[in-house]
């Protein structure tokens, strides 16, 4: 019997409600309010610490692979939770059928704190990358799996041209050569996390780190859940650890947080 593909399941959902969305507010009107959106704040550059690791901290309720994650949600609280433990920047899941996201999070979550803020969501065509700055996104996800390494250019190119910096994420060594081709701000995510079966293995971070140049920053996301696994990163040389469901779960986020991230 052939296994379930959840983000393919994900990405045709996405695309139900993006061609809603597109018929509400044309591409050219997006494009206007993205324009038009105040400037964005810095997040690869608050990343980018000498000698320590930083925490991008996520915002997320539910996901496929653990269900409803936290009952009591209440996303402005725990982006103010956040930013008081440390947090460089924060993650912001908007995916509406799956995570139980909403894109106006951005916009509330912005107005709450003053960090950063990475809209994470199934990024594929640009009319998304206008999307996100229109949100008040500073920085988007794309996950190198989904995208061509043409695709990939254009979306970059069109952040860059915004102003908004990129996550892009690889889960194996094809992808993470498509990453390394790219230029502008971009920075590198490594997920342990395979987004077809939903499986978390640590040892994709230990395979595909020593492939990145030493110059070139790189996030590693998914099962990072103790101080071990953070120590263990700041060792080996990462930027930046993407922490959600760790903290989502915990009765006191902030404690969680200063007790994960060894602070």
């Known amino acids: 019997m052939k296994k379930k593909d959840a983000l393919k399941e994900i990405i045709a959902k996405k695309k139900e409600r993006l061609s809603?969305?597109?018929?509400?507010?044309?591409?050219?009107?997006?494009?206007?309010?993205?324009?038009?959106?105040?400037?964005?704040?810095?997040?690869?550059?608050?990343?980018?610490k000498p000698k320590t690791i930083?925490?991008?901290?996520?915002?997320?309720?539910?996901?496929?692979?653990?269900?409803?994650?936290?009952?009591?949600?209440?996303?402005?609280?725990?982006?103010?939770?956040?930013?008081?433990?440390?947090?460089?920047?924060?993650?912001?899941?908007?995916?509406?059928?799956?995570?139980?996201?909403?894109?106006?999070?951005?916009?509330?979550?912005?107005?709450a704190v003053s960090l950063p803020v990475l809209r994470k969501d199934f990024i594929f065509e640009p009319y998304q990358v206008y999307e996100s700055r229109a949100l008040g996104a500073d920085a988007i996800l794309l996950i190198a799996d989904v995208l061509s390494k043409d695709a990939l250019t254009d979306l970059t190119g069109i952040a860059d041209d915004l102003g908004m910096d990129c996550l892009v994420e690889a889960h194996g060594?094809?992808?993470?050569?498509?990453?390394?081709?790219?230029?502008?701000?971009?920075?590198?995510?490594?997920?342990?996390?395979?987004?077809?079966?939903?499986?978390?293995d640590f040892k994709t971070t230990e395979r595909l780190f020593?492939?990145?140049?030493?110059?070139?920053?790189?996030?590693?996301?998914?099962?990072?859940?103790?101080?071990?696994?953070?120590?263990?990163?700041?060792?080996?040389?990462?930027?930046?650890?993407?922490?959600g469901q760790a903290f989502m779960g915990a009765s006191d986020i902030r404690a969680k947080v200063e007790d994960i991230m060894g602070w």
């Open 54 to 111: 930083s925490l991008i901290a996520e915002i997320k309720r539910a996901s496929p692979s653990a269900g409803m994650i936290r009952e009591n949600f209440d996303h402005r609280e725990i982006a103010c939770l956040y930013q008081e433990a440390g947090a460089a920047a924060l993650s912001v899941l908007t995916e509406e059928d799956f995570f139980m996201g909403n894109p106006a999070f951005i916009a509330e979550v912005k107005s």
């Open 210 to 243: 020593p492939l990145i140049p030493k110059n070139k920053p790189v996030v590693v996301e998914s099962g990072i859940k103790s101080a071990q696994d953070v120590l263990f990163l700041r060792i080996l040389g990462v930027s930046a650890v993407l922490i």
């Open 173 to 200: 060594e094809k992808e993470l050569k498509k990453v390394l081709s790219l230029k502008g701000p971009v920075i590198t995510g490594i997920n342990n996390r395979d987004l077809r079966t939903l499986e978390v």
């Open 20 to 48: 809603v969305l597109k018929c509400e507010v044309p591409e050219e009107v997006m494009k206007v309010r993205a324009r038009e959106a105040a400037s964005p704040r810095l997040f690869i550059e608050s990343l980018i």
